[in-house]
C-alpha cells in the first residue's frame, strides 16, 4: 500500500539503544507501543525517561537522538517503528 515512510520495522520484546540508520536528519520516526508491558522509553541524549505503555506514541528524530527502549518488568513489548 502507498506510505509516507521510508520503512517499517516490527520490533517484538528487544531492549533496543541506537541511532536510526535508515532515517532523514531533517526527518521524524513514528513509534508505536503495543503489548501487554510497562516498558520506559529512554532517549539518552536529552537525559530524559517517559512512559512508554501500550498505545504510546512518540515522534522522535532518531538518526539524531540515541534512544532505547531498556529491559521492562513483566508483558509482551511489540513496536512499530
Do not use: C
Request: charged share 15%; glycine share 8%.
Amino acid at each position: 500500500w502507498p506510505s509516507i515512510y521510508v520503512g517499517i520495522d516490527v520490533i517484538v520484546n528487544q531492549e533496543t539503544p541506537h541511532l536510526d540508520k535508515v532515517s532523514a536528519p531533517s526527518l521524524l520516526d513514528l513509534l508505536v507501543s503495543l503489548g501487554t508491558h510497562d516498558a520506559q522509553f529512554h532517549v539518552l541524549d536529552l537525559g530524559s525517561i517517559f512512559g512508554y505503555q501500550p498505545g504510546t506514541m512518540i515522534y522522535l528524530a532518531g538518526k539524531l537522538l540515541h534512544h532505547s527502549v531498556p529491559k521492562w518488568e513483566k508483558g509482551e513489548r511489540i513496536a512499530l517503528a
